[in-house]
C-alpha cells in the first residue's frame, strides 16, 4: 500500500491483484506457505448459495432494469442492453479508481469555492460528504456497479443524495472525460511506484544472489550453445542491471503523465466560469497543466500507451529471467533447485515437481505486449476530439500494470529461494569454453589474433581450476570482476519515487 499526504486527502493504492494466490505476506523475502484447504460443509452451504444468486442474477439480468444515467435529460434513456454493452467491464475498473477519483473531486470542489460557485458552508460540506463516501467505500457499502456505469455517477448520486443541492452543484465546469483522466493519472502516480518498488526489490534480490555466489562458474551460452565461462553473480546482475535500466523508463513515464487534466471539461474548456487550473493541479500534486485543453483527449492513449510500454520493457526482462531458470531446472541442465512449495505437480505423474509459476511469469509477457498493441491500434484513424473507443484504453493499462506487479513479485519470491549447484555448474564449464582463453594467451604472446583463433579452434584444451579461469579476466564487468555495489548505487537513484 502507498500513502501520500497531500493538504486535504491522503492518497491511497491497493493493487486489486490478478492473482489471488500472489497475496503475499508484508516483505517481498518471506515463503508463501499456504494452508492446506479444510473441508468445512457450513462454507461449502455458503458458497453453494453464493455461487447460485450469482448465476440467478445472470440468468435474469436481461430483465434487469438499469439506472437513471447522470446525463439524463427527462427524455427516453437507451435501452439496458445499450447500458451493459457500452459500459461493459469500465465500472470494475472504476471500483479500483474511485478513492482518486473522490480526491480529484475534493480538489475540483475547491476550485469551485475558489471561484465562489461554492460557498464556505457548501465546501465544507462537500469535504464532509466526500469522507463519508470514502469510509462507505472501504467498509462495502458503497460500490460501483454496471448500472452505475462509472464512479463518476457513484460519487455525484451519493452527494445528491447526501447533500442535495451541493451533490447537483460538484460537477459544474467538468466533464466525465478530464474526470476520469484525473482520477487515472493519479492512479498512475501509486501504481507506477508500486512496481517501481517492485522492480527494485527484484533486483535486489539478484544482487543477493550475485553476493552469495561470487566465485561460481556458470557456462555463458551463445545459440544455447556453452560458449564461455561465465559465474552466477555475472548472470545474476546482468538481470539486476537491466531492471535498473527499466527503472529509468518507469520514472520517465511517471514523469510524463503528471500532468492535470482538470479544466479541459470535454475537450475544449470550459466557459463562462475562470477555473483556477494551475491551483489545483498543485493541490492535487501534478507537477503542471495540461495545455492547450484540445492536447488532453488527443493525449488520451498515448499516456497509456506510454505506461504500457515501460511495463512490456519490463515483461521483457521477466520474460527472459524466467526463461532461464525454466532451463536450469531441468534435468537435462540441473544447475537450479527450486523451493518445493514454488513448484507444482502432475495429476497424473508423481515424481513431476513444475516450473509453472516461472513458466506463467515468462508467458504473461505476452498478454503485456497484446494490451500494449490495443493501446497502440485503437486510437489510431480516430478524428480529433474523444471518442467512446477510448473507454477501452483504461482497462488496457491497468490489466498491464497489474500484470507487471504480479509477475515481479512471483519472481522475487522465487528468487530469494532458488540455489544453485555448484557441483553441476562448474562441471559444465568443460575444457572447450577456454578456447578464447587459449587464443588469446597466444595474442598476448605475440601472435597475431587469426593465427591464434585458429589454431585454439583445434587444439585439445586442458582443463583450469575455477580460479585459474577467474584470474584471466581483469576488466570491470567480467566473471570474477563482478560489483553487486554499482547496480545497488543505480537502484538508489530511484528510492526517491519507488520506495516502499
Known amino acids: 500500500m502507498w500513502a501520500t499526504h497531500e493538504c486535504v486527502q491522503v492518497r491511497v493504492l491497493t493493487p486489486v491483484r490478478l492473482f489471488p494466490i500472489l497475496n503475499f505476506a508484508p516483505g517481498f523475502g518471506t515463503?508463501?506457505?499456504?494452508?492446506?484447504?479444510?473441508?468445512?460443509?457450513?462454507?461449502?452451504?455458503?458458497?453453494?448459495?453464493?455461487?447460485?444468486?450469482?448465476?440467478?442474477?445472470?440468468?435474469?439480468?436481461?430483465?434487469?432494469?438499469?439506472?437513471?444515467?447522470?446525463?439524463?435529460k427527462g427524455t427516453t434513456t437507451a435501452d439496458d442492453w445499450v447500458t451493459r454493452f457500452t459500459v461493459g467491464d469500465d465500472y470494475e475498473w472504476d471500483r479500483l479508481l474511485l478513492p482518486y477519483d473522490v480526491q480529484a473531486?475534493?480538489?475540483?470542489?475547491?476550485?469551485?469555492?475558489?471561484?465562489?460557485?461554492?460557498?464556505?458552508?457548501?465546501?465544507?460540506?462537500?469535504?464532509?460528504?466526500?469522507?463519508?463516501?470514502?469510509?462507505?467505500?472501504?467498509?462495502?457499502?458503497?460500490i460501483v456497479t454496471q448500472a452505475d456505469e462509472d464512479s463518476h455517477t457513484v460519487i455525484e448520486r451519493y452527494m445528491t443524495d447526501h447533500a442535495g443541492d451541493v451533490g447537483r452543484k460538484v460537477h459544474t465546469g467538468r466533464s466525465r472525460n478530464d474526470q476520469v483522466l484525473a482520477a487515472l493519472r493519479l492512479y498512475f502516480q501509486d501504481a507506477l511506484a508500486?512496481?517501481?518498488a517492485q522492480a527494485a526489490a527484484l533486483s535486489e534480490a539478484l544482487c543477493g544472489v550475485a553476493d552469495r555466489?561470487?566465485?561460481?562458474?556458470?557456462?555463458?551460452?551463445?545459440?544455447?550453445?556453452?560458449a564461455m565461462p561465465s559465474t552466477v553473480a555475472l548472470w545474476a546482475l546482468g538481470y539486476a542491471d537491466t531492471l535498473a535500466d527499466d527503472l529509468q523508463a518507469l520514472r520517465d513515464v511517471r514523469h510524463r503523465v503528471n500532468v492535470s487534466p482538470l479544466g479541459s471539461a470535454a475537450g475544449y474548456g470550459v466557459p463562462v466560469l475562470d477555473l483556477p487550473r494551475e491551483a489545483v493541479a498543485e493541490r492535487l500534486g501534478f507537477r503542471d497543466v495540461q495545455t492547450p485543453a484540445t492536447a488532453v483527449q488527443l493525449?488520451?492513449?498515448?499516456?497509456?500507451?506510454?505506461?504500457?510500454?515501460?511495463?512490456?520493457?519490463?515483461?521483457?526482462?521477466?520474460?527472459?529471467?524466467?526463461?532461464?531458470?525454466?532451463?536450469?531446472?531441468?534435468?537435462?541442465?540441473?544447475?537450479?533447485?527450486?523451493?518445493?512449495?514454488?513448484?507444482?505437480?502432475?495429476?497424473?505423474?508423481?515424481?513431476?515437481?513444475?516450473?509453472?509459476?516461472?513458466?506463467?511469469?515468462?508467458?504473461?509477457?505476452?498478454?503485456?505486449?497484446?494490451?500494449?498493441?490495443?493501446?497502440?491500434?485503437?486510437?489510431?484513424?480516430?478524428?480529433g476530439g474523444y471518442h467512446r473507443d477510448l473507454q477501452l484504453t483504461?482497462?488496457?493499462?491497468?490489466?498491464?500494470?497489474?500484470?507487471?506487479?504480479?509477475?515481479?513479485?512471483?519472481?522475487?519470491?522465487?528468487?530469494?529461494?532458488?540455489?544453485?549447484?555448484?557441483?553441476?555448474?562448474?562441471?559444465?564449464?568443460?575444457?572447450?569454453?577456454?578456447?578464447?582463453?587459449?587464443?588469446?594467451?597466444?595474442?598476448?604472446?605475440?601472435?597475431?589474433?587469426?593465427?591464434?583463433y585458429r589454431e585454439a579452434a583445434h587444439a585439445e584444451?586442458?582443463?583450469?581450476?575455477?580460479?585459474?579461469?577467474?584470474?584471466?579476466y581483469r576488466t570491470g564487468g567480467s566473471p570474477g570482476q563482478e560489483d553487486p555495489e554499482a547496480v545497488r548505487t543505480r537502484l538508489n537513484a530511484h528510492a526517491d519515487w519507488c520506495t516502499a
Not at 35 to 62: D, E, G, L, V
Not at 106 to 134: N, P, Y
Not at 461 to 472: E, N, R, T, V
Request: charged content about 20%; proline content about 6%.
Open 105 to 142: 473531486t475534493r480538489a475540483h470542489a475547491w476550485g469551485l469555492h475558489h471561484i465562489e460557485v461554492l460557498s464556505e458552508e457548501e465546501w465544507e460540506t462537500t469535504q464532509s460528504v466526500l469522507d463519508d463516501l470514502l469510509a462507505d467505500f472501504k467498509a462495502g457499502e458503497v
Open 194 to 196: 508500486d512496481v517501481g
Open 394 to 452: 483504461k482497462g488496457a493499462v491497468m490489466r498491464s500494470l497489474q500484470i507487471t506487479s504480479d509477475v515481479l513479485t512471483s519472481l522475487r519470491e522465487i528468487v530469494d529461494g532458488l540455489s544453485f549447484k555448484a557441483e553441476r555448474t562448474e562441471a559444465a564449464c568443460s575444457p572447450e569454453l577456454l578456447a578464447t582463453y587459449r587464443a588469446l594467451k597466444q595474442v598476448d604472446e605475440g601472435v597475431p589474433f587469426r593465427a591464434a
Open 299 to 383: 493525449a488520451r492513449g498515448k499516456h497509456e500507451l506510454s505506461v504500457a510500454h515501460a511495463c512490456t520493457q519490463i515483461g521483457a526482462t521477466c520474460n527472459r529471467l524466467a526463461s532461464d531458470l525454466v532451463l536450469y531446472t531441468t534435468a537435462e541442465f540441473d544447475f537450479v533447485e527450486l523451493p518445493l512449495e514454488h513448484c507444482t505437480g502432475s495429476s497424473i505423474m508423481p515424481q513431476k515437481q513444475n516450473p509453472d509459476v516461472l513458466e506463467l511469469a515468462r508467458g504473461y509477457y505476452h498478454r503485456l505486449t497484446a494490451e500494449m498493441q490495443s493501446l497502440a491500434t485503437g486510437p489510431s484513424n480516430l478524428p
Open 213 to 226: 555466489h561470487p566465485d561460481l562458474l556458470l557456462p555463458g551460452y551463445t545459440h544455447l550453445q556453452r
Open 31 to 72: 515463503t508463501h506457505n499456504p494452508k492446506p484447504t479444510t473441508h468445512n460443509p457450513q462454507r461449502i452451504t455458503q458458497n453453494a448459495q453464493r455461487t447460485n444468486a450469482i448465476t440467478h442474477q445472470r440468468k435474469h439480468a436481461h430483465t434487469q432494469r438499469m439506472s437513471t444515467p447522470i446525463w439524463d
Open 461 to 472: 584444451g586442458k582443463a583450469l581450476s575455477p580460479d585459474a579461469i577467474l584470474a584471466a
